[in-house]
């Protein structure tokens, strides 16, 4: 069963000929093993280098082009075909290829982002903090596309589809982002960016090994010596993904609670402030020091906070709520 659905998904059934074109295409080895590696470390450079310029300048854009330029798939994707056909010395190269990448990567981030430390808060930078809490949807979309990237470069006729691949898949920007939190001394936020690489990197790793085996390289390749590393290599990416799901898990938890806070003090906001003069600016439910932010502009007399209070009871989560009122050009703080 599992051959017939490995010739259907590859499109023929799967050869000599063609192993060796996977190995080509996926692995750093033969005569021109130099070659793809300055080709690779080349675009790793130039697609960091965009990255982080397109992170702190903010710019959606930018990072897309940083990604579509990235190869950093290249020697991940070799690693899971290695695995795949249990080949020692291919997971070995593969293995060291991109660990070296990720050192690069963020380096490349830290050195160009390090002279402009003082120029820039990366809080404020929505492309720099979207990559720094990570999600459980992270990982399963990071899963999907681990089978995307192995379809596409495993056929002939899809393989035009990489580069939107490249995009679905969040690698140098966020090892960019790594090396900007790093330089800026934000290193709790750099952990984030580096489990969300890390969530893509063995995500892309299982589901790669996994589709590789279904087409049935491994069948062809015919490397039962080394079974003992393809099958430590899987057990190694699922432990990871286990690991990895259960921080991302949290992080997606506290996503959904700071979500439902400041849907809940937005709505009762609206009408605690209903005819009185003022408006709500924003709510920020993500303060370090359990509180909940809410800021309201305008002028007259505010309504008794204690009746914004009674209508949010019991819905903050153990959270603390402060309200922050601007009276035209006056700014001063009142706390609940």
Known sequence: MWESIGTILHGDPVDKKEVNRMRDLVLFEGPETKKKLVKFF???ILSSGIATYGLLGDSVAVVIGA??????????????????????????????????????????????AWPLSNFFQVQNIDQVMVRTSPRLLDLLAALITGFAGAFAMSRHDVSDTLPGVAIAISLVPPLANVGILMATSNYSLALGSLLLFMTNYFAILLTGAVLFGIMSFPKVAILKQSLSAKRSGIVIAIVMLVLIAVPLGYTGHNIFINNSITQNVNEASINWLSGSGFEVISVDAESANEEVILRVIGEGELPPIADLEEMIKGKLYGKTLKVEVVYSSTYFLESG
């Open 42 to 44: 080349c675009l790793l």
């Open 67 to 112: 990604m579509i330029v990235a190869p950093l798939m290249l020697p991940i994707m070799g690693l899971a075909f290695s695995i795949s056909i249990a080949d020692r010395l291919a997971i070995k190269h593969s293995l060291l290829i991109s660990i070296g990448g990720i050192l690069t990567a963020i380096a490349v981030g830290f050195i160009l």
